[in-house]
């Protein structure tokens, strides 16, 4: 049964900045793909960052320039780095992983909140 388990969300002013990491076990094969999406307060969830196992990125557009994801694939941890971060950003923020074989898993969520 794969298991996500998401860190790093919290509280932070404008400006700061916050890493996210989503670890995944539980399956004998690598995610294809790790990501996040966020879903802010009345708004359908929406992609933040993807990457995939031969190391392209997906980015939102909103937070290209600002976000950088990366991944260990010997861990089957994916990190978002989130920098100068905008009251915009505030949301929750859903791992998102992919397995070819079975098909994709959501995390539990972290909130990120982006205040002064």
């Known amino acids: 049964q794969v298991q996500l388990v998401e860190s790093g969300g919290g509280l932070v002013q404008p400006g700061g900045s916050l890493r996210l990491s989503c670890a995944a076990s539980?399956?004998?094969?690598?995610?294809?793909?790790m990501g996040w999406y966020r879903q802010a307060a009345g708004k359908q969830r929406e992609l933040v960052a993807l990457t995939t196992t031969g190391g392209s990125t997906n980015y939102a557009n909103s937070v290209k320039g600002r976000f950088a994801i990366s991944r260990d694939n010997a861990k089957n941890t994916a990190y978002l780095q989130m920098n100068s971060l905008k009251p915009e950003d505030t949301a929750v923020y859903y791992c998102?992983?992919?397995?070819?074989?079975?098909?994709?898993?959501w995390g539990q969520g972290t909130q990120v909140t982006v205040s002064s």
């Open positions: 539980g399956s004998i094969f690598r995610p294809y793909a």
């Open positions: 998102y992983v992919d397995y070819s074989q079975s098909g994709g898993y």
